[in-house]
Every structure is written in structure tokens, then in C-alpha cells.
């Protein structure tokens, strides 16, 4: 009897911590944005995010950044851009932690960390005009030269280290918030390097 009893507090108080705990969840884990409104109010806060996403190594947050016609240009004419997809693709291996083949389809070390020294605009935003941005139809795309320098921790030690210079461009987005309201927020539409 005494056994049987002690079985039913138990299960009694074990049911009501998890209802306890679902109901609290339900009650203060509200949806939310996928970023702050007033943080990716202005262009600026596409850096802010990309270098976000990169030292958190969160692909979901870099393809949130990522405008639905991202392009990446390369600096060498002979090289395809890389349209959202591919370049989800290459950054997602390297956020993975996991050692792969690179697209060249040589080995890749693992990357344990990505930290920025720099990531900075030169000059200032400015509205894009004539045909730059040739591969999306959005209208008010703003452009920056920014300078940037990073390092990848490798997994197995070492680092490996990336600077230069990009034309970035942002454009405004109109984003429809947990509540239903909608706001404008920046997203990368492409990358150029020089």
C-alpha cells in the first residue's frame, strides 16, 4: 500500500511540473522576429548581421540576411557568380565544424571559429543607379564599398586568414512580424568582390 502510494505522488507531482512547465513556456515563449525591427532599420545593419551570423557560425542567420536574388560576384571574370543557393551551400560547409571538400574539390580543414579584425564601409551608402545590380528586378538598392578582414580557426589548429575590399548591396524588404504587423528590414542582395 505504502509502495502504491508513494507511486501516485510521484506521478502526480511529475505531471504537474510538466504541465506546470508547459503552460509557463506557452505563457512567456511568445513567436518573435527573426531580428530585431529597429536593428535592421538602416543598411548598416547588414554588416551587423553578416558579422554576426559569421562569428556565430549560424547558417540560419545568415540565410535570413540573404535577399531571395543574392548574388555573390567573384573577382574573376571566368569564375559563375554564386546565386543563393550555391552560396548557401559553401557557407553552410563551412559553419558545418565538419572537414569537406571545397568546391575545387580539394580537402577543406574543419573551421572551429570565424572572428573579424575588420569589417568597416568606406565612404557611405549610396543608392545604386543604371544596370549594376543586373540579376534582380528590386527597386532603391543601396551600395557601400566596405573593407573587411577575418580569420577562420581551423578544428586541428592554425588559422586561416581573409581580407580585401567588396561592393555590397542592400535593399529593404517589407517583412510581416510574429503579430501579423509588417515592417522594412535590410537584406543582403548581393556581394561584389574587387
Known amino acids: 500500500m505504502r509502495k502504491r502510494h508513494a507511486t501516485r505522488i510521484l506521478i502526480v507531482t511529475l505531471a504537474a511540473a ?11 515563449d511568445r513567436p518573435f522576429a527573426p531580428d530585431d525591427v529597429a536593428a535592421s532599420a538602416t543598411p548598416a545593419s547588414v554588416l551587423d548581421a553578416l558579422r554576426n551570423a559569421y562569428e556565430s557560425m549560424s547558417l540560419d542567420a545568415y540565410a535570413n540576411l540573404l535577399h531571395r536574388d543574392f548574388h555573390f560576384v567573384f573577382a574573376d571574370p571566368g569564375k559563375a557568380p554564386f546565386d543563393r543557393g550555391a552560396d548557401l551551400a559553401s557557407t553552410g560547409r563551412m559553419f558545418s565544424g565538419v572537414a569537406q571538400k571545397n568546391s575545387a574539390g580539394q580537402d577543406a580543414p574543419a573551421v572551429a571559429g570565424v572572428a573579424f579584425a575588420r569589417l568597416e564601409i568606406l565612404g557611405g551608402w549610396e543608392r545604386v543607379t543604371g544596370d549594376e545590380v543586373t540579376w534582380s528586378g528590386e527597386a532603391d538598392v543601396m551600395r557601400a564599398l566596405i573593407q573587411y578582414r577575418f580569420a577562420l580557426r581551423l578544428e586541428r589548429g592554425g588559422r586561416i586568414c581573409a581580407s580585401g575590399r567588396q561592393v555590397v548591396y542592400a535593399v529593404a524588404v517589407e517583412t510581416e512580424d510574429w503579430d501579423g504587423s509588417l515592417y522594412w528590414r535590410w537584406q543582403l542582395l548581393g556581394q561584389r568582390d574587387l
Open 18 to 28: 510538466a504541465g506546470f512547465a508547459l503552460l509557463h513556456g506557452c505563457a512567456l
